[in-house]
């Protein structure tokens, strides 16, 4: 194992156990329960026929005459360990001959029917041992179960089939689980992705084209990405704001403190050196952030103290920094309606899954808690129950998924003139939702009106066309004849619907009371904050001049330490003066002078490069506040934000997703870390080998 391996295996380790336990309070989904169940079976397959099941799990050496041997002594009344038994044959047979098992392999697609388990099973099998085409075909039997059951997507299959392409030696292969991986899932912008970035890598820019092209197409025809997204992305602002602004307050302070608290520091105990009782403040400075006042507090204190120190470039830094923190109680809110929609529980999300997810006994169960006639009579539509979901059609609402949903229940009992009557009202309320093209071709083919197909494509939107084009392609790849939940899409809202939803649901005041913000011990709504930053930054603005504390405070000329009146000697400050006064010869007195101004120095700088090693461009910036150290804090402050945020940047997919894009973070981290440390080493070279 390479030592890249190591780190690499470390790393995901890491990364599994964050995620994992960030996933455990998720209950498994329907899909990863059926794996579960076949793994399962795939043990009890293990005892009765133990060839098969070691051909299934990649050691496909027995000849394909024992395979078809044990085959036969398989009970053929336990069609799931059937299938699975089937399955191993084919891999025997395709670790023969690459395309020697494609006939089991469908025969082993056709077995394991519904189970969408075995499917994977078999997935995996052929993976392992048999050739792209035959994975491709395994994938294929899998997409057509989950569609024909009702599923829009598997997400977790995608998923898992992304990370094994990573794995794959074979680039064929590769390629072949990717193009698969964005089919088992033909609603995330997360596989048509992938393939860009091995497009990229490659030099392929036909293939980079049309994967970005698929993957800009995902995020406008399907809202839930873009609300994704722009939560995602709106997280990832707040995050690498708060701590750049918090790295930068560190530069700060490290710079300025000393003019801060000096003259507080002048009464605490005398004996003790000044660097220790500014220590001491400092650590007390934190303390109020620790207990529990509030970052927003703790940032108000320290721009109040740090203002009046600052250059005037470096105050219009902090203004901007100011008027961000205050800006957190309207983000923030932004953040939980954005939020809402993705909670399990709201009615929104219920909806979305009965569009994306077969209609489960569980699922049904908790649709009649909640009683939504909408997300119900989808439900028993897609199950088949046709009288249980037309008993909804009364109550449904006036709004288009309402109509829409009217229309696929009327084209579901063979009303198509009704069926297209209700869509061309959504129609005219709606124009943009990305169902109806397909809802209302069909129903226009079903009347055998083939010619109106072309105006109604003309007239559909960019997303209504995307998604014409991707279930026709699906149903006519997969189903000989439909299932009735092929025949027509379910309703799902527009975009432009969504959005509106959600400006409605901003302009609503109360939603910005319900949040608090602690500030100084007290809990104020956010819809203060705001007020609260412009007012400091108004106050701040008005009340001070450039740098008007220089008659109070003084820099040492030899040690460059700060000093008041108190404890001023002329030009030096008591401890130079003192060590000084001693020595009255003059050539010694100024070798003397040489070597506490570098002592002086190198104390600073051995300092301020320490902290560069913690924090890079900290130490920089509280040197001298410069672009360059902002940028590098800056930095620091993205990659570790996107390190901790993009395992759900575009998506909701569980861990393995999470290395996405993450390692170009890393190394960035890595470069940061590494010139810092080498710097370090280089500057204090003489310092070390002393000692
Ligand atoms: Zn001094
Ligand atoms: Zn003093």
Redesign the pocket.
């Known amino acids: 194992m390479s030592k890249v391996r190591i780190v690499q295996s470390i790393l995901t380790t890491l990364l599994l156990a964050g995620t994992s336990m960030a996933a455990s309070s998720f209950e498994a989904s329907p899909f990863e329960e059926q794996v579960l169940q076949a793994m399962r079976r795939v043990d009890s397959l293990r005892t009765v026929a133990p060839v098969l099941a070691s051909a299934l799990d990649g050691n496909a050496k027995s000849s394909p005459s024992e395979g078809q041997d044990a085959l036969s002594h398989l009970q053929v009344g336990q069609s799931g360990i059937v299938s699975l038994g089937q399955a191993g044959q084919a891999a025997i047979l395709e670790s023969k001959a690459p395309g020697q098992g494609l006939a089991q392999l469908d025969l082993a697609s056709r077995m394991a029917g519904n189970d969408l388990g075995a499917h994977w099973m078999i997935c995996l099998s052929m993976i392992r041992t048999g050739s792209p085409l035959a994975a491709s075909r395994a994938v294929q039997g899998l997409e057509a179960s989950m569609l024909g059951q009702g599923w829009q997507r598997l997400p977790q299959a995608s998923a898992w089939l992304i990370s094994l392409a990573d794995e794959s030696p074979s680039r064929e292969m590769a390629d072949t689980l990717r193009t698969a991986a964005a089919r088992i899932d033909p609603v995330s912008p997360v596989p048509p992705f992938a393939i860009a970035r091995r497009c990229l890598a490659r030099w392929d820019i036909d293939g980079l084209y049309e994967a970005v092209r698929i993957t800009g197409l995902r995020l406008w025809s399907y809202p839930q990405n873009q609300l994704l997204l722009s939560l995602n992305s709106l997280r990832l602002l707040r995050s690498v704001g708060l701590l750049f602004s918090f790295l930068l307050f560190i530069g700060w302070m490290t710079r300025n403190w000393p003019w801060v608290s000096h003259q507080l520091a002048e009464r605490l105990p005398q004996d003790s050196s000044i660097y220790l009782r500014y220590g001491v403040l400092a650590v007390g400075f934190l303390c109020i952030l620790l207990a529990g006042v509030g970052a927003y507090a703790f940032f108000f204190l320290g721009a109040f103290l740090l203002w009046k120190h600052l250059t005037r470039i470096e105050r219009v830094l902090m203004g901007a920094l100011i008027l961000f923190i205050g800006s957190q109680g309207v983000l923030t809110t932004v953040e939980e309606v954005l939020a809402k929609r993705f909670d399990i529980q709201s009615k929104e999300s219920l909806r979305l899954r009965i569009a994306e997810e077969s209609p489960s006994p569980q699922l049904l169960q908790l649709l009649k808690e909640r009683n939504d006639p909408q997300a119900l009579a989808t439900a028993y539509m897609k199950g088949g129950d046709l009288l249980q979901a037309a008993s909804f059609q009364k109550q449904l609402g006036n709004d288009p998924t309402g109509a829409i949903l009217s229309g696929d229940l009327c084209f579901v009992r063979g009303m198509y003139d009704s069926a297209s009557r209700f869509y061309a009202k959504a129609f005219a309320q709606d124009p943009q939702n990305p169902v109806l093209p397909f809802n209302r071709g069909q129903a226009a083919s079903w009347m055998g009106h083939t010619d109106s197909l072309n105006p109604i494509l003309k007239r559909a939107s960019l997303a209504g066309s995307f998604r014409f084009e991707q279930t026709v392609s699906q149903n006519s790849r997969l189903f000989p004849d439909l299932p009735p939940s092929r025949q027509v899409l379910p309703p799902e809202q527009s975009a432009a619907q969504i959005w509106n939803g959600i400006l409605a649901e901003l302009s609503d005041p109360a939603v910005w009371f319900t949040g608090n913000a602690p500030v100084g011990g007290i809990d104020i709504p956010f819809l203060l904050l705001p007020w609260a930053a412009l007012a400091l930054l108004g106050y701040l603005i008005a009340t001070s001049k450039p740098r008007n504390l220089a008659r109070k405070l003084f820099r040492?000329?030899?040690?460059?330490?700060v000093?008041c009146k108190h404890c001023r000697r002329g030009l030096?400050?008591?401890?130079?003066?003192r060590r000084l006064s001693n020595v009255s010869e003059l050539e010694l007195r100024n070798e003397l002078l040489l070597r506490?101004e570098k002592e002086?120095q190198q104390r600073e700088q051995f300092l301020l490069n320490l902290l560069d090693i913690v924090l890079p461009g900290t130490g920089s910036f509280s040197r001298k506040p410069s672009l360059i150290a902002a940028l590098m804090i800056l930095l620091l402050a993205a990659s570790i934000s996107m390190l901790l945020n993009l395992a759900g940047f575009l998506t909701r997919y569980p861990f393995s997703q999470a290395s996405v894009g993450q390692m170009p973070f890393i190394a960035l981290l890595a470069v940061l870390y590494g010139t810092n440390i080498a710097l370090f080493l280089r500057k204090n070279k003489r310092t070390f080998l002393k000692g």
């Open positions: 040492c000329k030899t040690c460059c330490r000093m030096h400050c008591i401890s130079c003066f506490l002086g």
